[in-house]
């Protein structure tokens, strides 16, 4: 019985020791990041203000909502131009530029987006259409929009060619270079250029790339798109070449 009594008791001594061995590091940790804040603080400008900042990705067109921004504190000094501190400048009005997750809502974001077909520029009897991509896929994530590629499909130990001279409209990095650009002049910052097509050096890998097509490839496109990977390929000049 004595013996039974004495296990309880160190167990319970152990399970106390556990847990204030759990609270002091928890206490460590939080005290390294105040820490880590403080210095920030330091570093930038210890003034702060509330403002709305993005709370996921806002598409352009979205209403402003206290579903996608909310109020947090930020340091002035990091702040863009004509940032929005005051709910009824934010609620209910409509973006006229996509905004990415924990950006801070500016006026210049705000306005009435055009329409689908203004914004992607579609030329004339063509149809606009979206395809997941990936940088493997379209030549390194080298794909802007404005360039013209060779669709191929891939699958099954099969490679066939869809279309020739297709126009990109629009890319997964559009938005997001497009956002960062923004914000970047805001600050009075420019971007850095790089690549052979005048991408910027803070691109993400593709997601998806928007075509420019006729209207009777497109369900071949989709159906392939769907059962088989796609493949943006750059043809080069020949003109370039004899040169």
Same mark, same amino acid.
């Given at each position: 019985?004595?013996?039974?009594?004495?296990?309880?008791?160190?167990?319970?001594?152990?399970?106390?020791?556990?847990?204030?061995?759990?609270? $002091?590091?928890?206490?460590?940790?939080?005290?390294?990041?105040?820490?880590?804040?403080?210095? @920030?603080?330091?570093?930038?400008?210890?003034?702060?203000?509330?403002?709305?900042?993005?709370?996921?990705?806002?598409?352009?067109?979205?209403?402003?909502?206290?579903?996608?921004?909310? /109020?947090?504190? $930020?340091?002035?000094?990091?702040?863009?131009?004509?940032?929005?501190?005051?709910?009824?400048?934010?609620?209910?009005?409509?973006?006229?530029?996509?905004?990415?997750?924990?950006?801070v809502v500016a006026s210049a974001k705000l306005g009435e987006a055009?329409?689908?077909?203004?914004?992607?520029?579609?030329?004339?009897?063509?149809?606009?259409?979206?395809?997941?991509?990936?940088?493997?896929? @379209? !030549?390194?994530?080298?794909?802007?929009?404005?360039? /013209?590629?060779?669709?191929? @499909? @891939?699958?099954?130990?099969?490679?066939?060619?869809?279309?020739?001279?297709?126009?990109?409209?629009?890319?997964?990095?559009?938005?997001?270079?497009?956002?960062?650009?923004?914000?970047?002049?805001?600050?009075?910052?420019?971007?850095?250029?790089?690549?052979?097509?005048?991408?910027?050096?803070?691109?993400?890998?593709? /997601? $998806?790339?928007?075509?420019?097509?006729?209207?009777?490839? !497109?369900?071949?496109?989709?159906?392939?798109?769907?059962?088989?990977?796609?493949?943006?390929?750059?043809?080069?000049?020949?003109?370039?070449?004899?040169?």
């Open positions: 019985m004595r013996s039974r009594r004495m296990r309880l008791l160190i167990a319970c001594f152990c399970g106390v020791l556990a847990a204030l061995a759990v609270f $002091w590091y928890i206490s460590d940790i939080r005290a390294e990041a105040t820490g880590a804040r403080q210095q @920030a603080i330091a570093k930038y400008g210890g003034e702060q203000i509330e403002v709305y900042v993005a709370d996921r990705d806002i598409n352009a067109g979205e209403e402003l909502s206290p579903s996608n921004v909310s /109020k947090r504190l $930020w340091l002035v000094d990091l702040l863009p131009a004509g940032a929005l501190g005051t709910e009824a400048d934010v609620y209910g009005q409509t973006l006229a530029m996509p905004m990415l997750a924990n950006e055009g329409s689908a077909a203004e914004m992607l520029k579609i030329p004339e009897g063509l149809c606009a259409l979206s395809v997941p991509s990936d940088n493997l896929r @379209a !030549v390194g994530g080298a794909i802007q929009a404005g360039t /013209k590629v060779a669709l191929y @499909a @891939a699958g099954s130990g099969e490679v066939r060619l869809l279309d020739t001279d297709v126009l990109v409209l629009a890319t997964s990095n559009t938005v997001l270079t497009g956002s960062l650009a923004a914000g970047q002049a805001a600050n009075g910052l420019s971007g850095n250029s790089s690549g052979v097509l005048g991408g910027t050096s803070s691109q993400a890998n593709l /997601k $998806w790339v928007t075509l420019a097509l006729q209207e009777e490839r !497109v369900q071949e496109v989709i159906a392939a798109s769907e059962e088989q990977s796609l493949y943006l390929v750059l043809v080069g000049d020949d003109e370039g070449e004899k040169q």
